[in-house]
C-alpha cells in the first residue's frame, strides 16, 4: 500500500497550478486533501472533481497574508478528518521587474506571501504535529532561490528565504518530523499565462514543464517511510538555462 494512502494532506494555492495538480495526483493514490486558496469557485470545482472520481477533499477559502485563515485551513482539516499528515504551503507569486521600476507593493505582496505565508502555515501546523508526533512540512521554494538573475531579485530573495526557514526547521524538528524543500524551475502555471510580453511569454511557454512533474516529486517526497526525510529536490527543464 502506498504511504500516501489515507494521509491528510493541506495544500495552500490550491486553485491552480502546481496545487491543483498535487492535490488532483495525491487525492488519486489515496490521500485525503484539504485545499486552501483565496478563489472559492475554483476551489469548489477541484473538490467536486476530486471526489467525483472516487477520492476524498475538502475546502477552506484561504489568504495565505492572513494568519487566522491559515490557522482557521488546518482547524478545518482536523475538524473534517481528525489529524494532519502533511503541510505543502504552495502558496507563492512572482511578479518580476527591474528593480529601477519601484514596485515596491509587489515587492511587499511577494514578502507576504512567499515568506510570510510559509511562516503561517509552519505557525499553524507545527503545534498540531508536536502533539500527534508525527508530521511532514514540504514547502515549494524555486530554483530562484539557488540562483539569481536580473529583474528576479526580490522574488529570489523570497525563496532564498524559504530555503534557510526550510533548513533550519528540518535542524529544530527532531525525529518525528520531515521537513521537504522543493524547488522547481519554469513551470507551466498561471503565472506564465497572466505575462503580457508575448516575447517572453512565448520563451517560458517554450521551455516550461507541466505542474504534474512538481505534483510527482511531492508524491515522491511523501511516500518515503517515515524515517526517511527527503530534504530537498530542485527540478528543472533541461532546456532551463
Known sequence: MSNIQNKV??????????????????????????????????LDELVTTITSNGGSASFQVTD???????????????????????????????????????????????????????????????????????????NIASTAGHKTVPNQSVYSGTKYAVRAI?????????????????????????????MTNPEVKAQLEDIAMPADTIAQSIAFAIEQPAEIDVNEVIVRPTAQG
Open 9 to 42: 494532506i493541506i495544500i495552500t494555492g490550491a486553485s491552480s497550478g502546481m496545487g491543483k495538480a498535487t492535490a488532483t495526483l495525491l487525492a488519486e493514490r489515496g490521500a485525503k486533501v484539504v485545499v486552501g486558496a483565496r478563489r472559492k469557485r475554483q
Open 166 to 194: 526550510s533548513e533550519g526547521l528540518r535542524q529544530e524538528a527532531g525525529d518525528k518530523l520531515r521537513v521537504t524543500i522543493i524547488s522547481p524551475g519554469m513551470t507551466r502555471t498561471d503565472v506564465v499565462d497572466s
Open 64 to 138: 495565505v497574508t492572513n494568519r487566522s485563515d491559515v490557522e482557521n485551513l488546518v482547524k478545518h482539516a482536523i475538524n473534517t478528518y481528525g489529524k494532519v499528515d502533511v503541510m505543502i504551503n504552495n502558496a507563492g507569486v512572482m511578479p518580476i521587474s527591474p528593480l529601477d521600476d519601484l514596485l515596491v507593493e509587489d515587492w511587499e505582496n511577494m514578502i507576504d506571501v512567499n515568506i510570510k505565508g510559509v511562516l503561517y502555515g509552519i505557525a499553524a501546523a507545527l503545534p498540531v504535529f508536536r502533539r500527534q508526533g508525527s508530521g511532514h512540512f514540504i
